[in-house]
């Protein structure tokens, strides 16, 4: 399923996907993924079923190929090509000067935001990863390059299990089940139209999304 976790600033958001992804281990409780607490799992183990992808995609001093396959260093062309062509980059990448060969240059300087974060995509899918962390990977981006993105996040998202960090309603209405957190609990969770007719805590934050949506139309 595809879980969106929304909550105010500081609610605690971020630490659920860090959690996930073990940057940091629990205090009490445990995480688990199919019933195995990921403690007991190695940490290769755990980064090849758990891929995260931050707001700004991280891409380090290299190749546009270096970058794809960092979580698969033995990937051929021809796989990379396909990950493209399924993320529906393929014809970007070959546009790009020097195609894989592109150096991005230090955290990816010589692309766009946009460009680095269908890299961080592509590196994602290359990885092939059970379960998907974002943090709101469009949130930075231009309208015209969010929907680019937005498409490619999609084939990412197929058939893999989502955590997703929400600031944006959109991203909330796309998710099978939303958890809203406050002060480090979780305050509600269902549908988005279950809880629209709650009338709490996740009603009160879409119509401060609705507001705030509203005000970037007429800018």
């Known amino acids: 399923e595809r879980l969106a976790v929304v909550g105010e600033t500081g609610a605690g958001k971020s630490t659920i996907a860090k959690l996930a ?11 688990t993924i199919d019933g195995i607490d990921i403690r007991a799992l190695r940490f290769d183990a755990l980064r090849s079923a ?23 260093s033995d990937m051929a062309d021809d ?17 790009l000067p020097e195609r894989l060969d592109t150096e991005v240059r ?15 995509l592509a590196r994602a899918m ?6 998907i962390v974002l943090d709101e ?9 969010e929907a680019t993105v937005e498409e490619a ?13 929400a600031h944006r309603l959109q991203t909330a209405q796309r998710a099978d089940r939303i ?3 406050s002060d480090g609990s979780i305050a509600e969770q269902g549908t988005f139209d279950e809880l629209l007719e709650r009338g709490g805590a996740f009603a009160r934050l879409q119509t401060v999304w609705e507001t705030a949506e509203d005000l970037e139309r007429t800018e």
């Open 106 to 120: 230090e955290r990816g300087m010589r692309l766009s935001s946009g460009e680095r974060q269908l890299v961080s």
């Open 126 to 131: 290359a990885a092939d990863p059970a379960v």
């Open 21 to 31: 992804a073990r940057f940091y281990d629990p205090q009490a409780g445990t995480i």
């Open 79 to 95: 796989e990379i090509w396909e990950v493209a062509r399924v993320l529906g980059i393929e014809d970007w990448l070959r546009s």
């Open 179 to 181: 958890l809203v957190v």
């Open 50 to 72: 758990v891929a995260m992808v931050p707001q700004e995609g991280f891409l380090f001093t290299g190749s546009v190929r270096d970058n794809i396959a960092y979580a698969r």
């Open 137 to 145: 990977a469009t949130s930075n981006l231009d309208p015209e390059t």
């Open 153 to 165: 996040l999609g084939r990412l998202l197929a058939g893999r299990t989502a955590i997703v960090i």
